[in-house]
């Protein structure tokens, strides 16, 4: 069965739609048409960049993961001698450190927790504060609200304050829980527990749709560690066979990744450096994924309007995806970016199957494949590819001819 999606509405106008109405006067008399609609974006609320970050990352690989990509570290809990140490070294590697708060600090005085937060509020190393994780039920939201609150009264800069969330993927949950946090942190770690990778959709969607209207953002966490080793170290032993072996490889690290951007999120930070550091091919696979979102940073960030009208029709190959944490998600998965003049897509399968998409409505005449070598003949806006089992395409869509007016 044939399924059609279109993924792009007309907005109000705005000033930023009075400036593409300007630009489209200009390009006519240039002879082109650039977009003229607008786009969701990937702003963060953290910084002008996208939060890459990890959670355990010891110093001795600050240089390399720096190097690699990422921008912000992690460590468990540590006292403010040790964290001030922590930053002295992220910082000669360019890195910024999202501070861990001790779960004891949930029934310490107030007094406790602003004296350590005001101590370690001093160095420019710190991006975030971040809450014990997993709070579980609602007797435990005043706690984790007062905490919260007293990390805010301590800290000048008013740094924002982030929360791993785990018990549910609703937007209702998430919502429930975006009163005490500036950031939520979600995720779905499909080897480990033996879920699908659409997992990781429900998730992200729901935490996008539930904080919508709020002030509040998303990250993802996606898994960076082998499941066996993993479950045999944190004593997981009581899970069903099979649920908790192997690790992500290439094709499934790069769903991980762009998925959750896809969405809405505003950044991505790995779990856990501690133990993906010695599985060789997994680092090898992040680092390319890492060396792909740097290059795409300013595209994924751009809130250049975006042309309208585009959309896929599924020829082959399921409409829907396994069930994830009790949904199915569409197969497909779109959205643009425009930056430059070109039209960049994003476009992911969501099945561990083969499917066969139409593209109609693109603008251009090709399509290079970022990443893939190979390109693709747009013919009357028309295109076709094939998605192996969860992979990701990026295509930019030339403009032939275009005169770039601003800089």
């Not at 013919?379 to 800089?407: C, E, N, Q, W």
Request: hydrophobic share 40%.
């Amino acid at each position: 069965m044939k399924k059609e999606h279109t993924v792009f509405r007309l907005r109000s106008i705005t000033p930023v739609a009075l400036l593409s109405l300007f630009l489209l006067l200009v390009s006519l008399f240039a002879g082109t048409a650039p977009a003229i609609a607008g786009s969701p974006s990937i702003a963060s609320v953290l910084s002008p960049s996208i939060h890459l970050g990890g959670y355990y990352i010891l110093p001795e690989y600050f240089s390399q993961v720096s190097q690699a990509g990422i921008n912000t570290a992690a460590m468990v809990p540590m006292s403010v001698a040790e964290y001030q140490q922590y930053f002295a070294q992220a910082e000669q590697n360019g890195l910024k450190v999202r501070v861990s708060i001790s779960p004891s600090f949930l029934t310490a005085s107030d007094a406790t927790v602003i004296n350590y937060v005001a101590a370690l509020a001093k160095s420019n190393a710190v991006s975030m504060w971040y809450l014990p994780e997993e709070p579980k039920t609602a007797a435990d939201h005043e706690s984790w609200r007062r905490l919260y609150n007293l990390i805010k009264k301590a800290d000048p800069l008013q740094r924002p304050v982030g929360l791993y969330l785990a018990e549910g993927a609703t937007p209702d949950y998430f919502r429930y829980w975006s009163d005490v946090t500036d950031v939520i942190f979600c995720g779905a770690y499909p080897e480990l527990y033996g879920i699908d990778r659409a997992s990781m959709v429900t998730r992200v969607k729901g935490a996008v749709e539930g904080v919508a209207g709020t002030n509040t953002a998303v990250i993802a966490t996606p898994q960076f560690f082998d499941a066996q080793t993993y479950a045999e170290r944190n004593g997981l032993s009581s899970l069903p066979p099979g649920f908790h072996a192997g690790h992500p490889n290439y094709q499934y690290m790069r769903f991980d990744a762009y998925v959750p951007l896809m969405l809405g999120a505003q950044g991505l930070d790995w779990y856990t450096f501690e133990y993906g550091m010695y599985v060789p091919d997994m680092v090898d696979s992040l680092r390319r994924v890492l060396a792909e979102l740097t290059q795409l940073k300013p595209i994924l960030t751009s809130t250049d309007p975006v042309p309208q009208g585009m959309s896929f029709t599924i020829l082959s190959g399921p409409t829907q995806s396994a069930p994830a944490m009790g949904v199915r998600q569409p197969s497909i998965l779109m959205t643009a970016r425009n930056y430059g003049g070109n039209t960049y897509l994003f476009v992911a399968s969501l099945v561990r199957d083969t499917v066969q998409v139409k593209f109609t409505g693109l603008p251009g005449s090709k399509a290079d494949v970022l990443f893939e070598d190979r390109t693709l003949q747009v013919r009357d806006g028309t295109m076709v590819d094939t998605f192996s089992d969860y992979a990701v395409h990026v295509y930019k869509l030339r403009y032939p001819g275009i005169k770039v007016l601003v800089h």
